[in-house]
């Protein structure tokens, strides 16, 4: 694994636009950057992020497996009690799940360390999918980078195909908040691969979508809502009003309830108890644990809930302690064993693998100049070359 500087392509701006990714750059900085890309072996690629990944995923499901019918876990979890029961149906009923990511701490010599997992509302999926493919493509053309490079991405081909395979007979409606270009053109992104799917698809905001006297969502032409894909994490639904109605509206969710389980920080400590010693985890424990106050060589403070590196509390030994402001954490935190992101040319890099329908199918770089990843850490593009 190499960090490797680059030229930039000198259109790559007007190609963005012109593609619809209009939040390459964020608060007066580049988002999206080009001006090095990530080197990997494919064996790195296929042993230490993809098969892990799987592995990982399949763990994840043991977990929603026990939650779902242990009271304790959930209490933990801070899932209100009126929604276990529409978790617990939705995991029975075997309701599909569409997309997720994992945040992996590697520095190219195995095992690559868990650090979350964005199990709900992932974003960075447009630039992983579709526009670092672009920049592969165009980079050789270009004599930028070798020929003969390839790229862990086979996200979009995979996303389509979940698609045709969902069974959804009446059309998808896809969500977003008003007010945020991210989140927007990442729905945006799935909407054009539900439509290549072959799908009757309708864009609505969060704030639009309305419950008729029937109990079903409605959108703001009153065609009611049968399938909804959402970019609007569980737990925010499970505090609003229009949530309350949502388990008895009829309406098949992407992604499902169950999915509030994983997209949760306390999955870190579920994962270790479960699995403590697996080569792909951290020691995590719950706030309250006692074991907490045992970990050694530093830890991470992470709000159930938090996004975005929000509230993030990072404790080195040694050297001065981080956080991050944000508005998360009174519904508890768990405790994670330090595991320091690798730094390349004083960047701090975080893979994230992606998985499709629960299959492992490609991956995204974000560094940042610090050691907790946010909203402002730029993405980079990465090659397979041997």
């Not at 399949?58 to 026990?66: G, S």
């Given at each position: 694994?190499?960090?490797?500087?680059?030229?930039?392509?000198?259109?790559?701006?007007?190609?963005?636009?012109?593609?619809?990714?209009?939040?390459?750059?964020?608060?007066?900085?580049?988002?999206?950057?080009?001006?090095?890309?990530?080197?990997?072996?494919?064996?790195?690629?296929?042993?230490?992020?993809?098969?892990?990944?799987?592995?990982?995923?399949?763990?994840?499901?043991?977990?929603?497996?026990?939650?779902?019918?242990?009271?304790?876990?959930?209490?933990?979890?801070?899932?209100?009690?009126?929604?276990?029961?529409?978790?617990?149906?939705?995991?029975?009923?075997?309701?599909?799940?569409?997309?997720?990511?994992?945040?992996?701490?590697?520095?190219?010599?195995?095992?690559?360390?868990?650090?979350?997992?964005?199990?709900?509302?992932?974003?960075?999926?447009?630039?992983?999918?579709?526009?670092?493919?672009?920049?592969?493509?165009?980079?050789?053309?270009?004599?930028?980078?070798?020929?003969?490079?390839?790229?862990?991405?086979?996200?979009?081909?995979?996303?389509?195909?979940?698609?045709?395979?969902?069974?959804?007979?009446?059309?998808?409606?896809?969500?977003?908040?008003?007010g945020s270009n991210?989140?927007?053109?990442?729905?945006?992104?799935?909407?054009?691969?539900?439509?290549?799917?072959?799908?009757?698809?309708?864009?609505?905001?969060?704030?639009?979508?309305?419950?008729?006297?029937?109990?079903?969502?409605?959108?703001?032409?009153?065609?009611?809502?049968?399938?909804?894909?959402?970019l609007y994490p569980?737990?925010?639904?499970?505090?609003?009003?229009?949530?309350?109605?949502?388990?008895?509206?009829?309406?098949?969710?992407?992604?499902?309830?169950?999915?509030?389980?994983?997209?949760?920080?306390?999955l870190l400590p579920?994962?270790?108890?479960?699995?403590?010693?697996?080569?792909?985890?951290?020691?995590?424990?719950?706030?309250?644990?006692?074991?907490?106050?045992?970990?050694?060589?530093?830890?991470?403070?992470?709000?159930?809930?938090?996004?975005?590196?929000?509230?993030?509390?990072?404790?080195?030994?040694?050297?001065?302690?981080?956080?991050?402001?944000?508005?998360?954490?009174?519904?508890?935190?768990?405790?994670?064993?330090?595991?320091?992101?690798?730094?390349?040319?004083?960047?701090?890099?975080?893979?994230?693998?992606?998985?499709?329908?629960?299959?492992?199918?490609?991956?995204?770089?974000?560094?940042?100049?610090?050691?907790?990843?946010?909203?402002?850490?730029?993405?980079?593009?990465?090659?397979?070359?041997?």
């Amino acid at each position: 694994m190499q960090r490797i500087s680059i030229a930039e392509r000198d259109d790559w701006k007007s190609q963005a636009e012109a593609l619809g990714f209009n939040f390459h750059t964020l608060y007066g900085a580049a988002y999206w950057d080009e001006t090095a890309c990530y080197r990997f072996s494919l064996k790195q690629i296929e042993d230490d992020i993809e098969d892990p990944s799987g592995e990982i995923e399949n763990m994840c499901f043991d977990v929603v497996a026990r939650a779902i019918n242990d009271q304790e876990v959930l209490e933990k979890l801070a899932i209100p009690e009126s929604y276990w029961d529409y978790i617990r149906a939705s995991w029975m009923g075997q309701d599909r799940n569409l997309y997720g990511r994992l945040d992996l701490s590697y520095d190219g010599n195995g095992p690559a360390k868990l650090l979350e997992y964005n199990a709900d509302t992932p974003t960075s999926l447009y630039e992983s999918a579709a526009f670092q493919w672009v920049w592969l493509e165009q980079a050789m053309e270009r004599e930028i980078i070798p020929p003969g490079c390839d790229q862990f991405n086979s996200i979009h081909e995979t996303m389509v195909e979940a698609f045709r395979s969902f069974g959804i007979p009446d059309g998808l409606h896809l969500a977003s908040c008003k007010g945020s270009n991210e989140d927007e053109g990442t729905v945006r992104y799935i909407e054009e691969c539900a439509a290549q799917a072959g799908l009757e698809t309708t864009f609505v905001y969060m704030e639009d979508i309305g419950i008729d006297a029937s109990g079903r969502m409605t959108d703001l032409d009153d065609m009611t809502i049968s399938t909804l894909f959402k970019l609007y994490p569980w737990e925010w639904v499970m505090a609003d009003e229009f949530g309350q109605a949502l388990p008895k509206s009829g309406a098949k969710v992407i992604e499902p309830p169950w999915r509030a389980i994983l997209s949760n920080k306390g999955l870190l400590p579920l994962l270790w108890e479960m699995f403590e010693g697996h080569p792909n985890l951290l020691p995590a424990y719950f706030a309250a644990d006692p074991r907490a106050a045992d970990l050694e060589g530093g830890y991470v403070r992470k709000p159930l809930f938090s996004r975005e590196g929000s509230n993030v509390e990072m404790v080195r030994p040694g050297a001065e302690t981080l956080t991050v402001d944000g508005p998360y954490g009174a519904e508890g935190a768990v405790v994670q064993a330090l595991h320091p992101l690798p730094v390349f040319e004083g960047n701090h890099t975080v893979i994230g693998s992606w998985l499709v329908a629960s299959q492992p199918c490609g991956m995204g770089i974000r560094e940042d100049n610090s050691p907790i990843t946010k909203d402002s850490s730029r993405f980079l593009p990465h090659v397979i070359l041997d």
